[in-house]
């Protein structure tokens, strides 16, 4: 059975930091791209940010970019978020998502290109 599984959420003041997990079972991990999406109450599911198979690329969401660090430990099959600089606007449930991509060092925002989906960890930020 695949499973995604999102940890390490919880409630942070604007400006802390948290570092989210995603653990992967069921496929092989290391063939499949793995993406952060996430749904803030009211408001679309958006993309947050993506790594490659190998770790070797990573892709961000512009209202992420250089707050967010995504990395990957392919031994552990582990996906990790470490997010800095926390605002408001970053509370969410958290999603992590898989794409079989082995090999493939292009990224990918659209959530249609996703096969595995998790269940979420949910983020707030207070002001």
């Known amino acids: 059975e695949v499973q995604l599984q999102a940890s390490g959420g919880g409630l942070v003041q604007a400006g802390g930091s948290l570092r989210l997990s995603c653990a992967a079972s069921?496929?092989?991990?290391?063939?499949?791209?793995i993406g952060w999406f996430r749904q803030a109450p009211g408001k679309e599911r958006e993309f947050v940010a993506a790594?490659?198979?190998?770790?070797?690329?990573?892709y961000y969401a512009d209202s992420v970019k250089g707050r967010f660090t995504v990395s990957r430990d392919n031994a552990k099959n582990t996906l990790y978020l470490q997010m800095n600089s926390l605002k408001p606007e970053d509370t969410a449930v958290y999603y992590c998502?898989?794409?079989?991509?082995?090999?493939?060092?292009?990224?990918?925002?659209?959530?249609?290109?996703?096969?595995?989906w998790g269940q979420g960890t949910q983020v707030t930020v207070s002001s």
């Open positions: 998502a898989g794409r079989e991509a082995a090999g493939i060092q292009v990224l990918t925002a659209s959530q249609t290109r996703y096969h595995y």
């Open positions: 069921g496929f092989t991990f290391d063939d499949y791209a």
């Open positions: 790594i490659s198979w190998s770790g070797d690329s990573t």
